[in-house]
């Protein structure tokens, strides 16, 4: 149900926040949880949806599925905001995190991409707030949030080495962040495996598996029912597909990364109309794909789509 046009209830409790671009989650329990929090520049808009939605109330977690620039945005936003509120993530994104290199590339980005989508808007800038994890993730972990709610932490490394999935039990509910393929709204499906193909089907294997009914991931639409049965059973073996069309691409270029990233790009990404992400970062993330196919072409692939 869509009640305006920054909030769609996806079902009760469970609401997706913003821009579908770049969306956030907002479950809404005694314990209130978002999930990511995008673009630094939406910071505002963020936080007026969850008001509208909380009242008085506080959000008591932010989660944070991976450290891109468009997951972490309005992270620190949302600390200053709710300062009782808890940052969780995996070990590696607190890592990343303390770092000054880190800060400034995802500072830039966000920078970036506030020049292509909302120069022109009635959205003030915010620049990115640094922050600090509260508490590191693991997988089993399980976070009570009231009302017999449960979230349960799934290590999904192979988009990023720090890729997380938070599964909310009692609604068969997964957020995949961006380790479960990101399906553009032209229907588009990129496999963003930035830090290798076989811990990347691993983790879309555990997410097949986790009896998820909605599918929220962190760009466009999410996925309900038959539709998000539908998505998952398609998940891998599409996936594999996309490995041997690269694949077949780097071969017949003799393995030059540079040649095949002008093709894939041609053919996945300058057709695409915005909202898309910005060119530097897609371009960063399509090399790591490339010298991840590279690195993986002489494994038996059979054995991963089981």
């Not at 799934?154 to 957020?175: A, M, V, W």
């Not at 690269?246 to 095949?260: E, K, M, R």
Request: aromatic letters at 10%; glycine letters at 8%; a negative charge.
């Amino acid at each position: 149900m869509i009640l305006d046009d920054l909030i769609e209830e996806i079902s009760p409790g469970l609401y997706q926040i913003g821009d579908f671009a770049t969306p956030v989650f907002l479950v809404d329990a005694p314990s209130p949880v978002l999930v990511d929090a995008g673009y630094s520049f939406t910071s505002e808009l963020y936080a007026g949806a969850v008001h509208r939605i909380l009242g008085k109330r506080k959000l008591s977690w932010c989660l944070i599925t991976h450290t891109h620039f468009d997951h972490v945005g309005a992270v620190g936003y949302f600390k200053n905001l709710f300062p009782e509120m808890k940052i969780g993530a995996s070990g590696l994104a607190c890592q990343i995190m303390s770092k000054q290199k880190s800060l400034d590339h995802i500072a830039g980005l966000n920078l970036f991409a506030e020049s292509i989508f909302f120069s022109e808007t009635h959205l003030s800038s915010s620049p990115f707030q640094p922050f600090q994890i509260d508490t590191i993730l693991s997988e089993g972990d399980v976070l009570n949030i009231g009302n017999s709610l449960n979230i349960s932490v799934i290590e999904t490394p192979g988009h990023t080495r720090d890729s997380l999935c938070f599964y909310l039990n009692e609604q068969k509910t997964i957020f995949t962040g961006d380790c479960g393929g990101i399906v553009h709204d032209s229907g588009y499906i990129f496999y963003d495996f930035l830090s290798g193909c076989a811990a990347y089907i691993h983790s879309l294997n555990k997410i097949c598996n986790s009896g998820a009914e909605i599918l929220c991931p962190g760009h466009y639409n999410s996925f309900k029912d038959a539709k998000c049965e539908q998505y998952l059973v398609d998940l891998v073996p599409g996936c594999m597909k996309f490995i041997d069309f690269v694949s077949g691409i780097l071969s017949a270029h003799n393995n030059d990364i540079n040649i095949c990233m002008n093709i894939i790009k041609s053919l996945e990404y300058d057709v695409l109309p915005q909202p898309k992400q910005p060119e530097p970062a897609y371009l960063l993330n399509l090399e790591a794909r490339l010298r991840s196919v590279l690195s993986f072409v002489s494994t038996d692939l059979s054995r991963f789509l089981t």
